[in-house]
C-alpha cells in the first residue's frame, strides 16, 4: 500500500528559485526519508527526520515534519539544474521497511 | 568502495520464461529489499529479508521469489506466473534493527517482456 502521498506531482521552476515539495501519509511513523532518484538511476538518500523532530537542515535542504497534520515539506533552496530529479518521500512505521510514495518530478531551468 | 551492484543493467524476458535479477552488497548491511518501479509511478515492496535464510513477502509478491542464501547476496526470480512483469526493479539494503538510517540503492535493472 501507498503511504506516502506527494504533492505537486510535477513542479517546474527557474534556476535560483526555491522548491517546495509535500509529502502526506496515513499512519503513526518512527521517521520519514526523504531520497533523490536522476532519470533510470537508483535512488539516492537525502535526509531523515525523526518522528519526534519538526525540522532538520541539510545543505540547501530543509525538511520539516508535522506529525499532527501526517505531514513533511522538502524545502530546496536556491535550485540548480542539476536538482532536476524525482524526489519521493518514504516512511518507516515498523522499523522493518520503507513505504513510498509517488514521488514529485522537479525539473530546474536554467 | 562499497556500494550495491545490481546486474544485469537491460534484461528482456520472452512470454513464459523465468529470468533471476541480481544484486550484491559489500556494506556488511543484514536488510536487503526488492522494489519495482512502474513508469511514473513511486517504489513498490516485492519481498524484503531482515537476515540470512529469511525473508518476507512486501505489498506485491505475486509472481516473484527470492533467496538469502548469503548475506551479501539477495537474487529476484521474476517467474512466468507474473503477468506483467515489464518494469524497472530496485535493490536495497540498510542496517538492521536501525530505523535512522536510509537505504542504500542499487542502479537498477530493466526488465522488458518480448
Known amino acids: 500500500s501507498q503511504q506516502g502521498e506527494e504533492d505537486p506531482q510535477a513542479l517546474s521552476i527557474q534556476e535560483g528559485e526555491n522548491a517546495t515539495m509535500n509529502c502526506s501519509y496515513k499512519?503513526?511513523?518512527?521517521?520519514l526519508q526523504w531520497y533523490r532518484q536522476n532519470s533510470g538511476r537508483g535512488l539516492v538518500h537525502l535526509i531523515l527526520?525523526?518522528?519526534?523532530?519538526r525540522e532538520k537542515h541539510s545543505g540547501r535542504l530543509r525538511v520539516t515534519l508535522d506529525t499532527s497534520k501526517k505531514s513533511s515539506s522538502l524545502l530546496i533552496t536556491a535550485s540548480r539544474a542539476a536538482d532536476t530529479a524525482s524526489y519521493f518521500c518514504?516512511?518507516?512505521?515498523?522499523?522493518?521497511?520503507?513505504?513510498f510514495g509517488e514521488g514529485t518530478q522537479l525539473t530546474v531551468n536554467p | 568502495d562499497g556500494g550495491i551492484t545490481q546486474s544485469p543493467k537491460y534484461l528482456f524476458r520472452k512470454e513464459g520464461q523465468n529470468v533471476t535479477l541480481s544484486c550484491e552488497q559489500n556494506?556488511?548491511?543484514?536488510?536487503m529489499y526488492w522494489y519495482r518501479q512502474d513508469p511514473g509511478q513511486g517504489l513498490r515492496l516485492i519481498y524484503y529479508?531482515?537476515?540470512?535464510?529469511?525473508?518476507q513477502k512486501g505489498d506485491i509478491a505475486e509472481g516473484y521469489s527470492v533467496s538469502r542464501e548469503k548475506k551479501e547476496s539477495f537474487p529476484l526470480t521474476v517467474t512466468s506466473a507474473q503477468k506483467n512483469p515489464t518494469a524497472f526493479y530496485l535493490c536495497?539494503?540498510?542496517?538492521?534493527?536501525?530505523?535512522?538510517?536510509?537505504?542504500?540503492f542499487g542502479s537498477g535493472t530493466r526488465l522488458t517482456v518480448v
Open positions: 536495497a539494503s540498510s542496517i538492521k534493527g536501525q530505523p535512522y538510517y536510509g537505504y542504500t
Open positions: 499512519t503513526s511513523i518512527n521517521n
Open positions: 527526520i525523526r518522528s519526534n523532530e
Open positions: 518514504a516512511t518507516d512505521a515498523s522499523g522493518s521497511r520503507l513505504t
Open positions: 556494506l556488511n548491511h543484514d536488510a
Open positions: 529479508s531482515q537476515i540470512v535464510n529469511d525473508f
